[in-house]
């Protein structure tokens, strides 16, 4: 059962699986890799005196379109919960280096890394906070490049005034359950009837 915190565990996740999977050793890199989960305000200051690295921006969150409407949910035990929130979230990766280089390779080396991660199964969705038990042992989310069309790009050049490279990805179907149970009276076996009796 995610809950509320199954979107902080989503972008933890994808943080985590860049910091392992970085190749500190190879050639064209420097050394160390600074990922981190960022907010708007902090794109102003992206590789100022940093090494470089890669911001991690959830920048909009929506109601997936395709299951908009899921039915009660029901744990092992037969208990129905209300209805699970699933939710599209969308997510820029903006690499930042001190030069243009090392910033497309860190860029190619993302897309390639998170390509090869494949749907995030919920082992991987459970590692990166502190609780191990936010996904269901069947959970998954679908981890896709989805570039914006030029009218987003736009919006949010507009908004954030300063836009750097970055690619967009979205994360398909993130649930938030619900710990609410739908309780259900007793199903009707037998009925009295009164017959002849005026009410008082």
């Keep these: 059962m995610a809950h ?3 979107i902080a565990a989503a972008l933890a996740t994808i943080e985590g699986l860049l910091e392992e999977r970085y190749p500190r050793d190879e050639e064209g890199f420097q050394g160390a890799l600074d990922i981190k989960r960022i907010q708007p305000k902090d794109i102003e200051n992206l590789g100022a005196g940093e ?3 890669i911001g991690i ?3 909009r969150v929506g109601i997936n379109q395709q299951r908009r409407m899921l039915p009660p949910r029901v744990n092992l035990d037969g208990i129905r ?3 699970s929130i699933p939710v599209d979230l969308s997510v820029l990766l903006i690499p930042f280096a001190g030069n243009a280089e090392v910033q497309h390779r860190i860029l190619g080396w993302a897309m390639r ?3 090869d991660a494949g749907p995030l199964v919920a082992a991987q969705l ?3 906070l502190r609780e191990d038990d936010i996904f269901a042992d069947t ?4 981890l896709v490049c989805d570039p914006l069309p030029m009218a987003d790009y736009l919006s949010l050049w507009d908004r954030l005034k300063k836009f750097p490279l970055s690619v967009n990805y979205l994360m398909r179907m993130v649930l938030l ?3 609410i149970e739908m309780s259900e009276d007793p199903m009707v076996v037998e009925r009295e009837f009164q017959m002849g009796v005026l009410p008082s």
């Excluded at 959970?139 to 679908?142: F, G, I, K, P, T």
């Design 81 to 83: 919960f209300k209805s």
């Design 113 to 115: 890394a998170l390509a």
């Design 51 to 53: 090494p470089a690295g």
């Design 139 to 142: 959970e998954e989310v679908d």
């Design 126 to 128: 459970n590692e990166y």
């Design 57 to 59: 921006l959830l920048w």
């Design 4 to 6: 509320y915190r199954a």
């Design 177 to 179: 359950d619900s710990e």
